[in-house]
């Protein structure tokens, strides 16, 4: 069995992504530090569903913060890593405003001590979150992997936007693959609370007023979990099975997102329906940081892996709200 190493597993993508590694002969080492940034009784339960996969000795949690580098480097020297999939950061464009120092210690000091670790001990291959964030003021849509980036809106998109630079300068100066993960506005069960869908379902089902801005103009590339998932995976699992990726310092950048952008009124039409119930709405101007539209072009996606985002906002909508019905007891 290759052993992974998955930062950020408590958290939404990472959750979902070592039930499909271990589902497919992968071992998994998951690393979090639960931190309150969102509901952490959230965080322990997505744990809790990984328990039967602890017991047949195919995951193993270990609760640590990669701002500490020998913390960090002691993981990498007790586990020979063949891969490393990197979710861990401090999340959200708006909470980037109020708290930037976070972004700072979780996003790049983070960051540096997974490349450093990669660096010291032989791991073939570096997969990393990125995010659409970083398309920032571009206008030219859809968002293209060769389209300039430097004018994200958000320190958010900065630190992102940094991991890329700095991913390229380590792969150029140590010979180690990495390929960075833009992903696009991921919804889907055992989501973040922060999130769109999330606050839209449960301030519907409340009957709460809902802050919308852009006055519900925002576009998005809304993209399913499972489809997310899928193209980590097949990325993933291609590097590790194929001899020509183990040592040639390659760097690499791809979209992942919905295949079409759709508006955000729309968006929560699609709730409302099956719910049941009207929103309510309360429209605001467009919020400092936010991107007013964003659409993805997975070519390059499609190239790699034979795979493009595929599932329909109707369908994945309706599989959160009924994991959030069952969830919360609704």
């Given at each position: 069995?290759?052993?992974?190493?998955?930062?950020?597993?408590?958290?939404?993508?990472?959750?979902?992504?070592?039930?499909?590694?271990?589902?497919?002969?992968?071992?998994?080492?998951?690393?979090?530090?639960?931190?309150?940034?969102?509901?952490?009784n959230l965080k322990e339960n997505r744990l809790k569903q990984l328990e039967?996969?602890?017991?047949?000795?195919?995951?193993?949690?270990?609760?640590?913060?990669?701002?500490?580098?020998?913390?960090?480097?002691?993981?990498?020297?007790?586990?020979?890593?063949?891969?490393?999939?990197?979710?861990?950061?401090?999340?959200?464009?708006?909470?980037?405003?109020?708290?930037?120092?976070?972004?700072?210690?979780?996003?790049?000091?983070?960051?540096?001590?997974?490349?450093?670790?990669?660096?010291?001990?032989?791991?073939?291959?570096?997969?990393?979150?990125?995010?659409?964030?970083?398309?920032?003021?571009?206008?030219?849509?859809?968002?293209?992997?060769?389209?300039?980036?430097?004018?994200?809106?958000?320190?958010?998109?900065?630190?992102?936007?940094?991991?890329?630079?700095?991913?390229?300068?380590?792969?150029?100066?140590?010979?180690?693959?990495?390929?960075?993960?833009?992903?696009?506005?991921?919804?889907?069960?055992?989501?973040?609370?922060?999130?769109?869908?999330?606050?839209?379902?449960?301030?519907?089902?409340?009957?709460?007023?809902?802050?919308?801005?852009?006055y519900g103009n925002h576009t998005r590339s809304f993209t399913y979990v499972?489809?997310?998932?899928?193209?980590?995976?097949?990325?993933?699992?291609?590097?590790?099975?194929?001899?020509?990726?183990?040592?040639?310092?390659?760097?690499?950048?791809?979209?992942?997102?919905?295949?079409?952008?759709?508006?955000?009124?729309?968006?929560?039409?699609?709730?409302?329906?099956?719910?049941?119930?009207?929103?309510?709405?309360?429209?605001?101007?467009?919020?400092?940081?936010?991107?007013?539209?964003?659409?993805?072009?997975?070519?390059?996606?499609?190239?790699?892996?034979?795979?493009?985002?595929?599932?329909?906002?109707?369908?994945?909508?309706?599989?959160?709200?009924?994991?959030?019905?069952?969830?919360?007891?609704?």
């Open positions: 069995m290759k052993k992974i190493l998955v930062t950020g597993v408590a958290g939404f993508i990472g959750y979902h992504l070592t039930h499909r590694l271990c589902e497919n002969g992968y071992e998994v080492v998951g690393i979090d530090n639960l931190n309150d940034y969102y509901d952490v039967p996969l602890t017991v047949a000795g195919k995951f193993t949690f270990i609760k640590m913060d990669i701002v500490h580098p020998a913390s960090v480097q002691d993981l990498f020297r007790s586990h020979k890593f063949d891969a490393v999939v990197h979710l861990a950061a401090q999340a959200g464009v708006r909470y980037s405003l109020e708290n930037p120092q976070s972004y700072i210690d979780s996003n790049i000091t983070g960051f540096l001590n997974i490349l450093e670790g990669c660096r010291f001990n032989q791991v073939s291959h570096l997969l990393y979150a990125s995010s659409s964030s970083v398309y920032g003021g571009n206008r030219e849509l859809p968002f293209s992997e060769f389209q300039m980036v430097d004018q994200p809106y958000s320190l958010y998109g900065v630190s992102k936007k940094a991991n890329e630079l700095m991913a390229h300068s380590y792969s150029h100066l140590f010979n180690i693959n990495t390929t960075g993960l833009r992903f696009f506005t991921v919804y889907g069960p055992w989501g973040r609370p922060d999130m769109a869908l999330f606050k839209f379902t449960r301030g519907i089902i409340n009957g709460e007023e809902l802050e919308v801005y852009n499972d489809d997310i998932i899928e193209g980590i995976y097949r990325l993933l699992n291609k590097y590790l099975s194929d001899p020509h990726t183990k040592d040639t310092g390659k760097y690499r950048i791809f979209n992942i997102g919905g295949d079409h952008s759709v508006k955000l009124l729309d968006y929560i039409h699609e709730i409302e329906e099956y719910v049941g119930k009207k929103a309510k709405l309360k429209l605001l101007p467009l919020q400092l940081g936010d991107v007013e539209k964003t659409e993805a072009d997975t070519k390059l996606l499609e190239m790699e892996t034979e795979f493009i985002p595929h599932t329909q906002i109707s369908e994945g909508i309706r599989y959160f709200i009924d994991w959030y019905k069952e969830y919360y007891h609704v």
